[in-house]
């Protein structure tokens, strides 16, 4: 099985989430990531547990980090806007992701082959789908498997 698939069978089993953390950590090829000290690669490796405990208290939806919930998502509030096109981001980082497409910057490469994404989730969905074919969101009807949630539903 992939990299990915591994890592979360090793945080959907028993074993104390500290226990999960310290060998999954040890075991993973080095994250590109400089994280510094080992409670900010903790906080990291905890996004992958699928662990919420954070709600939202306008709408109920919840987040592993707790920050998420200052991001303006209901107020409308778009404080940062493209400087090439205009268009409004309710988050820096959104904005920073988006100004690469002005850019053609792609800073991602593929492992395998001369692909190159704008993003790294982008660059997953490419290993996914072309070179490992892991397809962990499947149709429970037909059983079509996709790469994302989102493409499974357009399926439906």
């Given at each position: ?5 591994l890592h ?5 089993s ?19 990531e400089?994280f510094?000290r080992?409670?900010?690669l ?10 919420k405990?954070?709600?939202c208290?306008?709408?109920?939806k ?5 920050f998420v919930?200052a ?6 509030e ?16 959104d ?6 497409l002005?850019?053609?910057?792609r ?9 190159r ?5 982008a ?5 996914a789908?072309i070179h ?19 493409e499974?539903r357009?399926h439906?």
């Amino acid at each position: 099985p992939g990299v990915l698939l591994l890592h979360r069978q090793n945080y959907t089993s028993p074993e104390p989430p500290a226990h999960a953390l310290r060998r999954e950590a040890a075991r993973l090829p080095p994250l590109p990531e400089r994280f510094g000290r080992e409670d900010i690669l903790r906080r990291h490796l905890l996004l992958h547990t699928g662990r919420k405990e954070h709600a939202c208290a306008t709408c109920g939806k919840r987040f592993a980090r707790k920050f998420v919930l200052a991001e303006r998502v209901h107020s409308g509030e778009r404080p940062y806007r493209c400087p090439e096109c205009g268009k409004d981001f309710t988050q820096g980082g959104d904005l920073k992701k988006h100004l690469r497409l002005h850019a053609r910057q792609r800073p991602y490469p593929c492992p395998h082959c001369e692909h190159r994404s704008i993003q790294s989730s982008a660059l997953t969905l490419h290993i996914a789908s072309i070179h490992t074919r892991v397809y962990p969101h499947t149709c429970s009807i037909c059983g079509k498997g996709f790469n994302s949630p989102g493409e499974l539903r357009k399926h439906c």
